[in-house]
Structures are given as C-alpha cells and as structure tokens.
C-alpha cells in the first residue's frame, strides 16, 4: 500500500504536535494552587507517548519500505515502553529511581534510530532526518546529564532541542516526508 | 482601594510572565504570522475536510499554543 505524499507528510505533522504537546506539558512548569510552579506530571504525557506509538506503528501498515517498516516499528515500542512506565509511574503503581531515565533514554534512543534510518535507506529527506535524529540526541543527553546531577531546574534545557525536534516535524515539507 | 489595584496589577504581571503563556503567546503569534505567510487550504466542512484543515503546520501550532494557554492554569 502506498499513501500520497500528502497523506505521509499529514501524519508527520500531526505526530509533531503531538510531540510538542508531550514536551511543553512534561518541561514547561505550571502554576499550582499555592502560585509556586512545578513540573505537572500529568497522566496527559504517556497517554500521548502511547498514542504516538500507536500513530508511528501505523506507518508499519502504510510502509512500502522494508527499513521504514522496521524504524518506525521499534520507535512505537520505545515510545510504547516509555508510555507504558510512565503511566505506572504516575498512577503510584511502580515506583523506581531509575524511572527517573525514561523520558531521556526515549529520546535519546528514538534520535539514535533516526542515525540509523539515514545509514541504513538515503532517501531526499536525509537531512530533515539528520537534524531530527540530532535535536532528539542532544535533548535526550541534556535531560540524562540533569537527572544525573540531581538538579531541579524550573525549566529544564531540554525543552529547546525537544521543541525544535517537534517543530521541525511539523514543518516538515511534503517533498521531504517520503 | 489604590492597594488592592496594585496587587491586582500584580497578580496578572505574574500570570503573563509564567513560562505557558509566554511560550503559548508565541507560539500563536507565530502560527497566525505562518499561516499568513503560507496561506492555508480549505478543504471543506465534512469530519474528513474539517481534520484536513485542521491538520496543517501553521494552524497545528496556534491549536497547540492555545491548548498550553489552556494548560497554564493553576494545578
């Protein structure tokens, strides 16, 4: 099965926003009752790392290329997986300090897979996909080496390199996203 | 009564300067700037037409900002 051009860059682009909700929800502190801010840890974010998975796996379906199918297929169970501990997180059924890499260890490893999708399948979009893979990396090490360090940050670095990882993927042009 | 209307000028200093709604006000100043500089498709009023003009870069970022707007509130 193979999808317009239109269609593919559709699906990018909503994946995108959603990308940018997970981000902005997760790093950009909210007000509380008391007027101090903090991070929301709301149930919202692996609901939608979830739903993302879910999107990234239909590609899977849609694919006519098998690298394609195999990225996007392991970028839903890392998505999933991170989703997943989350949601067990936030709910109060798991609680670990390890659960503290998720997010980072997610991103990181979804940029790693997109090195991957560039060396394994060039295609015109190599270089929408090396600076993805890029943003997702340097997000994903910035929010590894602050958790490492124990420091609690208002607003963490890794909201810049994250949000500009979404906004690429919204801006992606249709010539790009095949 | 010159009391109160100062701690109300503050009160809303401190809701404009919250990191959402700075973040969310460009954001929708940039998507409405994009969309005028791209222009946008309108594909019609059915559900399927309705998710097409919605699903576009420019209009996606000014949805997401207002939804951060939303989600600036007290917890």
């Known amino acids: 099965m193979i999808l317009p051009h239109i269609q593919i860059a559709r699906g990018h682009w909503a994946l995108g926003a959603l990308f940018l909700v997970i981000v902005l929800e997760e790093y950009l502190p909210r007000r509380g009752r008391d007027g101090r801010q903090g991070r929301s840890r709301s149930q919202l974010v692996p609901w939608a790392l979830m739903l993302g998975a879910a999107g990234v796996w239909a590609t899977t379906v849609f694919a006519d290329v098998v ?7 392991l970028w839903g169970d890392i998505l999933f997986a991170a989703g997943a501990l989350e949601l067990a997180r936030r709910r109060g059924v798991y609680e670990r300090p390890w659960l503290d890499l998720v997010l980072p260890l997610a991103f ?10 560039v060396w394994i399948h060039q295609t015109v979009g190599d270089s929408w996909h090396l600076a ?13 080496a602050r958790v490492r360090s124990g420091r609690a ?19 992606i042009p249709v010539a790009a996203a095949t | ?11 809303a200093r401190g809701t404009l300067l ?8 460009l954001m929708i100043l940039g998507g ?3 969309a005028a500089a791209r222009g946008l498709h309108f594909y019609g009023l059915s559900p399927i037409n309705v998710a097409y003009d919605l699903d576009q870069p420019p209009v996606l970022v000014v949805l997401v900002g207002a939804w951060l707007l939303y989600r600036s509130g007290g917890r």
């Open chain 1, 67 to 73: 690298h394609d199918m195999l990225i996007h297929t």
């Open chain 2, 18 to 25: 919250q990191p959402r709604v700075v973040v969310a006000a």
């Open chain 2, 32 to 34: 409405l700037v994009w």
């Open chain 1, 132 to 144: 993805m893979g890029g943003l997702l990396i340097a997000g994903g090490v910035i929010e590894l």
């Open chain 1, 108 to 117: 990181l490893s979804c940029g790693v897979l997109f090195i991957v999708h």
């Open chain 1, 153 to 171: 940050l208002l607003i963490s670095p890794a909201v810049l390199p994250l949000t500009g990882f979404a906004l690429v993927l919204i801006a």
């Open chain 2, 1 to 11: 009564m010159g009391v109160v209307d100062e701690m109300t000028v503050q009160r």
